[in-house]
């Protein structure tokens, strides 16, 4: 069974940063893809950062230059880093991996950002 568990998560002003980094039970070469996605009260789940099994990564237009998806494979770990941050960005972070047809969560993250 595939155990997704983030971390990093916390209070920060705004204009502050923040590093998730999301721990996967086996090695990360297993997954197609991971991913970091949010959901802000009230508000759909979005996803935010992606990064593919050959490294190559996508970025949501809000978050696009201030924050960065990485993986360390020694590890097992994808990490999202977030700099700038900004109150909208207030949300529960999930990682997300996918393999062939299934969709993994972890259990989510709280980020919030004070103005």
């Given at each position: 069974?595939v ?7 916390g209070?920060?002003?705004a204009?502050g ?17 991971m ?7 009230g508000?759909?789940?979005?996803v935010?950062?992606?990064?593919s099994?050959?490294?190559?990564t ?8 201030r924050f960065?998806i ?18 909208e ?11 062939q047809?299934?969709?993994y ?9 004070s103005s």
């Amino acid at each position: 069974q595939v155990q997704l568990v983030e971390s990093g998560g916390g209070l920060v002003q705004a204009g502050g940063s923040l590093r998730l980094s999301c721990a996967a039970s086996g090695s990360i070469f297993n997954f197609n893809a991971m991913g970091w996605y949010r959901q802000a009260p009230g508000k759909q789940r979005e996803v935010i950062a992606d990064i593919s099994d050959i490294g190559s990564t996508n970025y949501a237009n809000s978050v696009k230059g201030r924050f960065t998806i990485s993986r360390d494979i020694a590890r097992n770990t994808v990490n999202l880093q977030m700099n700038s941050l900004k109150p909208e960005d207030t949300a529960v972070y999930y990682c997300n991996a996918v393999q062939q047809f299934s969709t993994y969560w972890g259990q989510g993250t709280q980020v919030t950002v004070s103005s």
